[in-house]
Structures are given as C-alpha cells and as structure tokens.
Nanobody, 115 residues
Framework: QVQLVESGGGLVQPGGSLRLSCAAS????????MGWYRQAPGKQRELVAH???????QYADSVRGRFTISRDTAKNTVTLQMSSLQTEDTAVYYC?????????WGQGTQVTGSS
C-alpha cells in the first residue's frame, strides 16, 4: 500500500506561481511513476505531468513550458512547480502513483487562478 498526501494548493492571480508537493509513504519502493492529474468542474480528470523512476518526464501540451515536475527519491516527494498560472488551470490537483497494477491517488488539493 502507498499513501499520497498533497499540499500547497490555493488561490493565485493569473500570471502567478504556485508549488504543489506530494509526500509518499508506505511501499514507496514499488512506485514506478509519480505525477499530477487535475480535474476541473464538469470535466474529466487529465494528466498534467508525470515522472518515471529513471527521471524522464511527460507534460500535457497545455502546461509544457510553464510547469515543472521533479521527484526527490530520498524524501519520497514529488513536486509540481507551476508558473504563469492561468484561470484555465483552475482545478483540483491530484497526486498519482503507479505500482503495477495499482494506481494510487491523493485526496486532491484545490488550485484556483483568479483575480
């Protein structure tokens, strides 16, 4: 079992920055990928970014160049640095971990881009 706990959400003005963190505990050595998804009201949950155990990363087209994902294996954390936030980035952001065949999810943290 793996437990994921997010922190760092909040309200930010368009153009601002915010950093999300996810702390993993439990059977963390089994995690292959870790990443972030988001779900806006009335929309499906979508991938924002993920990072594989070897360090490779993947980003959604809508956030590439604005968001950066990183992983600290020593601290068992994954961080999403968000810059140039837009109102369209408003959503609940979920930390995700994959330990085949199981997907693990955090409880979610709200990010709101609004003036």
């Amino acid at each position: 079992q793996v437990q994921l706990v997010e922190s760092g959400g909040g309200l930010v003005q368009p153009g601002g920055s915010l950093r999300l963190s996810c702390a993993a505990s439990g059977s963390i050595r089994s995690l292959l990928n870790m990443g972030w998804y988001r779900q806006a009201p009335g929309k499906q949950r979508e991938l924002v970014a993920h990072i594989v155990s070897g360090g490779g990363t993947q980003y959604a087209d809508s956030v590439r160049g604005r968001f950066t994902i990183s992983r600290d294996t020593a601290k068992n954390t994954v961080t999403l640095q968000m810059s140039s936030l837009q109102t369209e980035d408003t959503a609940v952001y979920y930390c995700h971990g994959l330990s085949l065949p199981t997907h693990y999810w955090g409880q979610g943290t709200q990010v709101t881009g609004s003036s």
